[in-house]
């Protein structure tokens, strides 16, 4: 089965740097996506990641490491309208194009 | 581009009752849409993959004579909740993958659909 795992809750002041970090476990990888959902609304897309290394755009970049199962969303120069949760879904080769979803990192940011 | 409707935005209704939800995708042709539920300060859990003229695929513990899926055309998906009863109540949120979407495969989210059961 699939296992993704991303720290519950975090907190970070405008104008810093933040890693919300996430690690799963998948018998057939085939791709880690970040979104970001604010309260009570749908998922933007923010990123994908299939091969090693780090994929930047913008104030967000993210990181991936398949033979250590292991992901990370970086955002820096933070905005109070980053408040949001992040969502790190992973999609399994058996699945096909569906993604399976952590429990999400809710991101506080505060002046 | 790649945007995606819901309707309706909010529903409430009675116990014992229907419902439908319909997802659009406006600009874009998508031969998979997805459904998925989300509980308040939960994660998505995804409910079932809907294949354009063909019989939608659900997650395991999903009942298939309860969620009914429907994905009529190219740009339309519709989820019918049969029998709502108040534990139903939630956040229904549809994605859709674009025909041309490449090697990634992105989906685009609707805005969800908040359903109350009375």
């Known amino acids: 089965g699939q296992n993704i795992d991303q720290p519950t809750e975090m907190t970070a002041t405008e104008g810093a740097i933040v890693q919300i970090n996430c690690t799963y476990q998948?018998?057939?990888?085939?791709?880690l996506f970040w979104y970001q959902q604010h309260a009570g609304e749908a998922p933007t897309f923010l990123s994908y990641?299939?091969?090693?290394g780090l994929e930047e755009k913008g104030r967000f970049s993210s990181f991936l490491s398949r033979s250590k199962g292991y992901s990370y969303l970086l955002l820096k120069e933070l905005q109070m309208k980053d408040s949001a949760s992040y969502l790190c879904?992973?999609?399994?080769?058996?699945?096909?194009?569906?993604?399976?979803f952590g429990k999400g990192t809710t991101l506080s940011v505060s002046s | 581009g790649a945007v995606v409707s819901q309707h309706p935005s909010r529903v409430i209704c009675k116990s014992g009752t229907s419902v439908k939800i319909e997802c659009r995708s406006l600009d874009f042709q998508a031969t998979t849409m997805f459904w998925y539920r989300q509980f308040p300060k939960k994660s998505l859990m995804l409910m079932a993959t809907?294949?354009?003229?063909?019989?939608?695929?659900?997650e395991q513990g999903v009942e298939k004579d309860k969620f009914l899926i429907n994905h009529a055309s190219l740009t339309l998906s519709t989820l019918t909740v049969t029998s709502a009863h108040p534990e139903d109540s939630s956040f229904y949120i549809c994605s859709a993958i674009p025909v041309l979407a490449g090697m990634t495969d992105t989906q685009y989210f609707g805005p969800g659909t908040r359903l109350t059961v009375l």
């Open positions: 990641n299939v091969l090693d």
């Open positions: 809907s294949n354009e003229g063909s019989k939608a695929t659900y």
């Open positions: 998948t018998s057939g990888f085939n791709g």
């Open positions: 879904a992973v999609r399994d080769i058996q699945a096909g194009t569906a993604l399976i």
